[in-house]
């Protein structure tokens, strides 16, 4: 594996870690205010109970 190819799976590791960590962050803070989360699955627009969101 080349030093390129290293250093660009180094940088999506990273962004995955910072998006799993906003996720729960956003999950905490919604559980809290009792909220809801909207999301999208195949076109579809969702919203669920951030209670119901087991993490």
């Known amino acids: 594996m080349k030093k390129n190819e290293m250093d660009i799976e180094k940088l999506r ?11 729960e962050k956003l999950l905490i803070q919604k559980k809290a205010q009792n909220g809801v989360i909207v999301l999208s ?15």
Do not use: H, M, N, V
């Open 13 to 23: 590791e990273k962004i995955r870690k910072g998006l799993t960590l906003s996720f």
């Open 41 to 55: 699955e195949k076109g579809q627009i969702k919203k669920i109970k951030a209670t119901d969101i087991k993490y």
